[in-house]
């Protein structure tokens, strides 16, 4: 198995990525347009104005810094669990994992486009994917199999389950999605931090990242071919495929 950065492909999460608007410049909530002070003018930034924007500077990197230790502990669950169920199993069901952070920027979008302020409290009370970790895995069995044993954890929350496996989405997009809630210890205090956790097939995964490059990066239209259609068609024909190759690693598991 292979892990990448914590910031690697954070740009192909399906259904997660920053549209244009998002990469608009926002403002930090609470904080005071310093565009307003022109430096040719006799305004100047006082003292208070720079101690809030301090402030706010340091509150957004402490909350971003939780959700990053969140994640971090995520991922060392499932490492652990991989390595496991090679000991005892003798196959890993995780290909690799990748995980990415939000930026405050898409953070504070979100939560404008729910219709609420964005402020730093709300980005806390209703973002719950600002840490996202997406396993890649073999087959569709594994998928399953992993959410059932996060769902052993004990001290692990299930928040939300989204089974785009079960039921695509309309455009063919298939995932397992799950929002937990995951305990980290700091100095100080315990807190119960949300993660969003995005389990796929190699399959799926290579099916999404497409989708997401037609989407943002396309430079040009296939002649005679309705990219959309043939998307979904191509996810149906995988889901096909996948099915009948889960069959045949039935060959890899122990005789029970």
Known sequence: MTTTGEAANAGNLAGRTIDDSAKKQLPIPNVPDLNAFNVNSDLHVNQESMETLHKASVETMSIMQKYK????EMKVRLEILDQDLNLKKHRNPIHHIESRLKSPASIYEKIGRYGYEPTLENMERYILDIAGIRVICPY????????????RQDDLEIVKVKDYIAAPKPNGYRSLHVIVRIPVFFMDKKESIPVEIQLRTLAMDFWASL???LKYKAVS????IDASSELKDCSRIIEEVETRMQVLAGALEPEK
């Open 221 to 224: 239209e296939v002649r005679g």
């Open 140 to 151: 569709i069995q594994d998928v399953y199999s992993l959410f059932e044993l996060l769902n």
């Open 69 to 72: 230790a969140a994640m971090r």
């Open 211 to 213: 989708e997401h490059d």
